[in-house]
C-alpha cells in the first residue's frame, strides 16, 4: 500500500480516507495519496486549536521567532525539492515554482523578525493622572482556507503571520494541491511548533470548508480563492460575528500608450498574461492599447507568443505549464468560444496541444479588437487568455482600467512622468505597476485590491497585523 499523508490533528498524524494528488502535466503521475477530513476531523481540529490558544498566546516572542525562522530554514534548504514537489502538483514551470518556494522561506523569515518588532503605544489621558496603553493582542483561532494557484506562497503569507501574532490556526488547502500544504505543515511540525497549534486539515471545500465555516469556534477566517465561494465566507462570518479577510477575482488591465517602450509593454504583457498559465488572481487579462501602438504591440506580442514553449512543467525549456484540471481547462476553452461569438479577433492560440506525456495543454490565447463590455472583458478566466482592446487615448485607455468590477492590479507602459503618475493616482486598484508585470509582488509589502477583488484589512508585510491582531486600549489610574 502507498504511504498516505495525513491531517495533522492536535498534533498526531491521523486520517484514514485519501484521494489521489495527480500532475496536471501527466496524468499517469500521481504525486501521493492525500488524507481527506471528514467533518468530524475538522471538529477535532478546532477543539485543539482552541485548546492551544491560550498557551501559544502567551509563549514567549523567542519561541514564536524560533519556529519560524527554522522553517524558513529548512524551506530554503529544501528550495528544489519543494519546487519539483509545487511544479508536479500545480503545473506551473520548475523555475516558477522554485520562485514561489524561495518566496515563502522569504515570508516565515519575514513574520520569524516581525515576532521581536511587536509594540504597543503608550499614551495619556484626556483626563489627568490616567495612563492609556494600546496593545495588539491575538485573535485566537484563525481558519485559513488557500486556493490552488499558489499551493505554498498563499499558505506562507497567512501561517507566518497567524502564528507569529500569537494565534492558533485551522489550515484547509486546495483539494488539488494539498503535497505544498502537508510540507508546510510537517517542517512547523518538526521544528517545534506545541500540538494543536496548526492543524491541517485537506478536503474537499464543500465538506471541511464549510465544517469550518459553520463553527462558532473560529475568531476570524482568511481566504483567497473565487468570488463565490469568498461570499460564503463572508456570510457565514456575518453570522457567526467573525473577522474575515478576502482575496477574491482580478481583471486586471495592462495599459500600453503609444510612448510606451516596445519590448518593455511586450514583456510586461506576456508575463503578466500568459506566465503561471494565467492562472494568478493578479494576471492581466485586458490589455489596453492607445491607437499609435496598436498594431505594433499586438504583432510584437503574437511574435513573443510563438516563441514560448508549452509543455511538462517539470520540462527544462517549458514556459507555459499546463492548465490545473480538466474543470478550468474546460472553463478556459468556453471562453474562448465565447469570445469567439461575441465577435472578438482571435489574435493566437485557442487549440488544445498534445504533448509526450498526458495533460492538460492549452496554447496562449490572445484576442483583439475585444470591447470592455464583451464577457472575455469583465470576467475573470484564469487561464491563458487574454484580450487586446484599442483605445483612441490615455483618457479612454484610464477610463476602461477602471470600468471594472475588480480592483486588484492593474499596469501601465508609458515613459511619460505625467501619465504614470496620474495612472497610479487615479487607478482604482489596490496595487499598481509602471512598466512591470501587473503580477509578481514583494513578500513584504502589503497585498490586496479594491471592489470585488478584496475585503478586509491588507495581507502580508508589517500591514498583516490589522486582520491578526485586535487592539485593546487599556487605561490606569496613576
Ligand atoms: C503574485 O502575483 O505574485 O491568487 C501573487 C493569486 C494572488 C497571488 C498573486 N493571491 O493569484
Known sequence: MNKIYHNLIAGEWIGTDASKNISPSDTNDVVGEYARASVDEVKMALAAARAAFPSWARSGILERNSVLKKTADEILARKDELGKLLAREEGKTLPEATGEVL??????????????????????????NI?????????????????????????????????????TVVFKPADLVPGCAWAIVDILHRNGLPKGVLNLVMGRGSVVGQAMLDSPDLAGVTFTGSTA?????????????RKFQLEMGGKNPMVVLDDADLSVAVEAAANSSFYSTGQRCTASSRLIVTEGIHNRFVSALTERLQSLTVDNALKEGTHIGPVVDEKQLKTDIDYIEIGKSEGAKLA???????????????????????TNQMRISREEIFGPVASVIRVRDYDEALAVAND????????????????????????????????????????????????????????????????????KTAYTLA
Open 131 to 167: 495612563g492609556v496603553e494600546i496593545t495588539r493582542e491575538p485573535l485566537g483561532v484563525i481558519g485559513i482556507i488557500t486556493p490552488w494557484n499558489f499551493p505554498i506562497a498563499i499558505p506562507a503569507w497567512k501561517i507566518a503571520p497567524a502564528l507569529a501574532y500569537g494565534n
Open 103 to 128: 518566496r515563502a522561506a522569504q515570508i516565515f523569515d519575514f513574520f520569524a523578525g516581525e515576532t521581536l518588532r511587536l509594540a504597543g503605544e503608550l499614551v495619556p489621558s484626556a483626563r489627568p
Open 404 to 471: 471594472t468590477p475588480f480592483g486588484l492590479s492593474a499596469g501601465i507602459a508609458t515613459t511619460s512622468l505625467k501619465h504614470a503618475t496620474h495612472f497610479k493616482r487615479n487607478s482604482e486598484a489596490g496595487m499598481v505597476m509602471v512598466n512591470l508585470p501587473t503580477a509578481g509582488v514583494d513578500f513584504h509589502v502589503p497585498f490586496g485590491g479594491r471592489k470585488a477583488s478584496s475585503f478586509g484589512p491588507r495581507e502580508q508585510g508589517r500591514y498583516a497585523n490589522e486582520f491578526f491582531t485586535t487592539v
Open 229 to 241: 465561494t469568498g461570499r460564503r465566507v463572508a456570510l457565514s462570518s456575518i453570522e457567526h460575528n
Open 348 to 370: 493566437f492560440g485557442g487549440e488544445l496541444v498534445k504533448r509526450e506525456t498526458p495533460g492538460f495543454y492549452l496554447q496562449p490565447t490572445l484576442f483583439t479588437e475585444a
